[in-house]
């Protein structure tokens, strides 16, 4: 007998001692009632316990969240390296920078890229807008000028009155004169030199009604006009004429075959072998052709040639390209062809949409670096950007 069992059986001796009427089978009923008691004291522990449980688990039943599913975990690549980052469109750097103030005609309107706003050609805002380097502000021209070209440096800008005036002005802002040179046909277009002392001139002459270009020689206030010779060399529509950066040599696009099918008529009865798209390159000096480049496309100017030389941004047929010089090979396609390559591995246009008026920021990539918001009314002007 345990000593369990020796104290319940002591339980009961008692409880019957103390019972007047004592059976014979004393110890049968001893026994029995031995585990009787057993019996209860188990049921009562064991209720004891259920109740113990159950007051400490009930808390953390009612009071937990409710559980999530856990999230997915990526499984590590199987090669042991880490995985190459997902190639965005996002910038690099600071996306946008505070937009424009409204009194930005208070001195210079630095863009991304370190290069500032030099002219601005109304089509909404009502007058004109040159940076004059000597004042260090803004200059309003007046309403009646449509056009300005402000030289990259210097102080001389070039003015027009009308998109197809048959003259242009040149302000000299350090001594505050104008003059007016007159030439032989409407003026379409005008582009400085990189040193800001010649002015290319794209103007179509009235008899017969073909393309041609001038150069006007700031320092002496001399022009020379240059037609296009019409055999062998045809060029694109529009024949537009745009500096290389050395400022010695001028490209037009020549035509290409696909473009028009009235000039391709006129080539062909003109030459066996119309000539292959590209660019003819001029001397500045005698308007002479000099040399070809494979380069399918129009150039806007000689900002859009990267400092190397390497590459060329182009308008070709329907979008803006990124071409290598040596071979013509199209590397990719480009927001904008007005480009200025502010570095080597920078390039600043403007995107000019109602709801999107600014200057951009990208890299040859195309991958969009940085963003100036411009006020409302710059939206359809004419920009003109320069070195700080």
Not at 91 to 101: K, M
Not at 277 to 292: E, K, M, V
């Amino acid at each position: 007998m345990n000593g369990n069992e020796e104290r319940l059986l002591r339980a009961a001796i008692q409880d019957l001692a103390g019972d007047p009427h004592q059976p014979p089978n004393l110890v049968s009923i001893v026994i029995s009632r031995g585990r009787r008691i057993r019996r209860r004291r188990r049921v009562a522990a064991t209720a004891a316990a259920l109740v113990a449980v159950a007051a400490i688990a009930a808390p953390y039943v009612w009071l937990r969240p409710v559980e999530r599913s856990p999230a997915p975990v990526a499984a590590a690549p199987s090669t042991g390296t880490d995985p190459e980052p997902a190639v965005t469109a996002t910038p690099t750097v600071d996306p946008t920078v505070p937009p424009v103030a409204e009194n930005w005609q208070d001195g210079p309107l630095r863009l991304p890229g370190g290069w500032l706003l030099a002219g601005l050609s109304p089509r909404v805002i009502p007058a004109a807008w040159a940076y004059d380097r000597v004042a260090g502000r803004y200059v309003e021209l007046g309403r009646q000028y449509k056009r300005v070209w402000v030289a990259p440096q210097g102080s001389m800008v070039a003015v027009q009155r009308s998109l197809t005036a048959p003259e242009i002005g040149v302000l000299d802002h350090a001594t505050r004169q104008l003059r007016w040179t007159v030439l032989d046909g409407q003026v379409h277009d005008a582009q400085w030199s990189p040193d800001g002392t010649r002015l290319l001139i794209n103007f179509v002459s009235p008899k017969p009604p073909y393309p041609q270009f001038g150069i006007l020689d700031t320092r002496n206030n001399s022009l020379r006009q240059y037609p296009l010779r019409t055999f062998p060399v045809t060029c694109a529509d529009p024949c537009r004429f745009s500096w290389l950066p050395n400022g010695r040599e001028i490209a037009v696009p020549l035509l290409d075959r696909g473009q028009s099918p009235a000039a391709q008529d006129t080539a062909d009865r003109r030459s066996p072998t119309p000539p292959s798209p590209g660019l003819q390159i001029y001397t500045a000096d005698d308007g002479t052709p000099s040399r070809t480049l494979p380069v399918p496309g129009t150039v806007r100017g000689p900002g859009a040639w990267s400092p190397d030389g390497r590459l060329v941004v182009v308008q070709a047929k329907a979008s803006a390209q990124l071409v290598e010089v040596a071979t013509g090979t199209v590397v990719r396609k480009l927001p904008s062809a007005d480009v200025t390559w502010v570095r080597d591995d920078r390039l600043l246009y403007l995107a000019n949409y109602p709801d999107d008026c600014a200057a951009v920021l990208i890299d040859p990539e195309g991958t969009e670096i940085q963003r100036l918001p411009l006020p409302k009314p710059f939206f359809r002007a004419e920009i003109v950007v320069a070195p700080n």
